[in-house]
């Protein structure tokens, strides 16, 4: 861990200008990094000292929830502090954060819920396109590129829902039944009513293999990238676990032409020749 000194531009100081030694309207922030962290930092002084967005177009409230969704879901509830999340946004200290949330439990079930509540309105809008007259194979590709998108931009909250549902549930027990339940019974009515091949008392497990099927992979990619010595969140691989969902999860609902998979051909034994 080091310390980097930020200096961001004073609102008032004339275009292309930095404030340098402190004249009025200028912040010196010295911050804890390291690699990882560091990276944009510098954007994210600037759009809080000017009390609007940075360079991505995020609000300081946005970069404050992306923040606290990494090092909630790489350090859990107790492993990381509110001193942390406010340094590594480029806050001026940690009073600053209570700006926006009022403690560190409410600013972790807003990360839970941003996050829970997106996937949540993705998977509804794919039912609405059913609703709409759109064929059952472009509706579970179109909500599969949606939730792979999000989780592209989003890749540290299928741990944090791991975690909360794990570490973190004598905490927030309430919470992720209020968060997550939804979920589940939104994933139960959509298989419902989807044709899928499956008893109705087998749905509820064909709900938890389809969720693990998206979420696990990116729950996971650290630790595939290191066993594989590959990037599994690089965009190559991304695309190839986006071929692979829809046709695993086309096939698990009954519809064959989603995805395009390769037939799994039987293979025949082979009969032993006969001796002479």
Known sequence: MGCATVVARSPRAAPGRWALGGPPGSILVQIPFDKQTFVGLGNQVVANAAGGKNENGKTTRDVILDV?????????????SVREIAAEVGLKNQASLY???????????????????????????????TNGGGSQREVVEETIDRVVD?????PHLPRLIQRAGIDEIRYFRG???????PLFQQGLGVLAVSGAPWRREDLPHLAVGIYHLIFAYFANAQLLSLVTDSD?????????QRRFLKGAVGQLLGIREVGAVPVLRTVRAARPRKTT
């Not at 999000?150 to 989003?154: A, K, W």
């Not at 599994?232 to 190839?240: I, K, S, Y």
């Open 68 to 80: 606290a969704e990494r090092c909630f879901a790489e350090r859990g509830f107790s492993g990381v």
């Open 99 to 129: 700006h926006y949330f009022r403690n560190k439990r409410a600013l972790y079930e807003a990360v839970l819920a941003r996050g829970v509540e997106a996937i949540v309105s993705l998977v509804a809008a794919g039912a609405g396109s």
């Open 150 to 154: 999000f989780l592209v931009e989003h």
């Open 175 to 181: 919470a992720v039944m209020r968060l997550l339940r």
């Open 232 to 240: 599994w969140l690089g965009p190559a691989a991304v695309e190839r």
